[in-house]
Each structure stands twice: as C-alpha cells, then as structure tokens.
T-cell receptor
Framework: KAGVTQTPRYLIKTRGQQVTLSCSPI?????VSWYQQTPGQGLQFLFE???????NKGNFPGRFSGRQFSNSRSEMNVSTLELGDSALYLC?????????????FGPGTRLTVL | GQQLNQSPQSMFIQEGEDVSMNCTSS?????WLWYKQDPGEGPVLLIA?????ELTSNGRLTAQFGITRKDSFLNISASIPSDVGIYFC???????????FGEGTQLTVNP
C-alpha cells in the first residue's frame, strides 16, 4: 500500500504570494492532519480534516487554511506569505476508525519564502 | 492546554550503548506514539501504544505506556550509527482529539 504523498516536495515563494500544498493520504484513511515544523522546533499542529470537515484546529492565523476532498485528499493554503512561514510542512493520515488513529506522515513540503 | 515534556533534549552516545528517553504529560492519554525523523524527511512511526502498562518492542526498540497514562518511555538497545536522528513522542487524550507532540530528542551516535 502506498504511503502518504505530498506535492510539491520543494517550493520557493516571495513575501506576499500565496501557496497551495497537496497531500494524498494512505488509501482508506479518512483523516488528514497538517503540521508546520521550523528548524529547532517541534511539530506545530495546524488543523485536521476528517470526512471533508475540519475536526481540530491549532493556533495559527487565518492566513492558513485547508480543505479535504471526497477522496480524502487534502490541500493546505497559505495566503500573504511571510518570511516566518518558511518551514517544512508535513501532513499525516490516519484510518480514524474504531480507535485506530495512528498517524502516518508524508515526506513533507519544504517551503522557502524570500 | 496539554503539555508534553520530552527528555532529554539531546544525547551523545557511543555505538553499542543503550539509550532511554521519556515523555510526561499534564493530561491522561489513551494513545502514545513514538516517531523518528531524519533530516528533511517526515517522521516515521516506530511504535504505537494503546493500553496503560503496554510494553511493545520493534527490533532493538522497546516502548512502554505508563500505568498512570501520563508518561511513556522509549529504549534503544545496542545503538548503531543509523539510529541517529530526532525522536518524537506524541500522545492523544481521546479518540478523535488532536495529537500533541513532544519537542524531540536529538540522538547522536559516535561510531
């Protein structure tokens, strides 16, 4: 079974632009969570989508948004990019069924904002 | 909110030594997970724990779900150079709630 895939793997943008990142979960997984990881920092939770609905949300500004499609694929959008948004963005999927909610991570998208 | 304290923050050991790291929580968790992350990659799941007192092994790795449900530890026996990386613990209070991650333990293994 294929793992979690994220596209693109690397991205360079300039301040003020917007960006959309994509995540395809493991087949059959219905939950997708997004995290931001900056150098020396742990994983900061952005949000989680389950069955096309946002189920949990972290403490990030409204510039960060996401959505999930009926096939469970998810996108994350960041508008009006700031230098501090440079980070590794990780998504993780889980079955989210009958207590089986172990998260499996994708390789991440490395975003650099210039 | 939830707080997860992971220690130590970093470890420098010799190849062949055993390693132990742990996480403590301010809340009761029903799930503990341990991940390893290599530079520039996503975290890889090592061990998942779902019951208080559960002790689970994965090769040279052993992890336990504390009986108080507020702590977990990970042991690595006979370390090798490829064990280098950052190890994260993560916990969840209830099914469907968000995962909370520890700040990570940076492991360096000297050959």
């Amino acid at each position: 079974k294929a793992g979690v895939t994220q596209t693109p793997r690397y991205l360079i943008k300039t301040r003020g632009q917007q960006v959309t990142l994509s995540c395809s979960p493991i087949s059959g997984h219905r939950s997708v969570s997004w995290y931001q990881q900056t150098p020396g920092q742990g994983l900061q939770f952005l949000f989680e989508y389950f069955s096309e609905t946002q189920r949990n949300k972290g403490n990030f500004p409204g510039r960060f948004s996401g959505r999930q499609f009926s096939n469970s694929r998810s996108e994350m959008n960041v508008s009006t990019l700031e230098l501090g948004d440079s980070a590794l963005y990780l998504c993780a999927s889980s079955l989210a069924d009958r207590g089986e909610d172990t998260q499996y991570f994708g390789p991440g998208t490395r975003l650099t904002v210039l | 909110g939830q707080q997860l304290n992971q220690s130590p923050q970093s470890m420098f050991i010799q190849e062949g030594e055993d390693v132990s790291m742990n996480c403590t929580s301010s809340s009761i968790f029903n799930t503990w997970l341990w991940y390893k992350q290599d530079p520039g990659e996503g975290p890889v799941l090592l061990i998942a724990l779902y019951k208080a007192g559960e002790l689970t092994s994965n090769g040279r790795l052993t992890a336990q779900f504390g009986i108080t449900r507020k702590d977990s530890f990970l042991n690595i026996s006979a370390s090798i150079p490829s064990d280098v990386g950052i190890y994260f613990c993560a916990g969840r209070e209830t099914s469907g709630s968000r995962l909370t991650f520890g700040e990570g333990t940076q492991l360096t293994v000297n050959p």
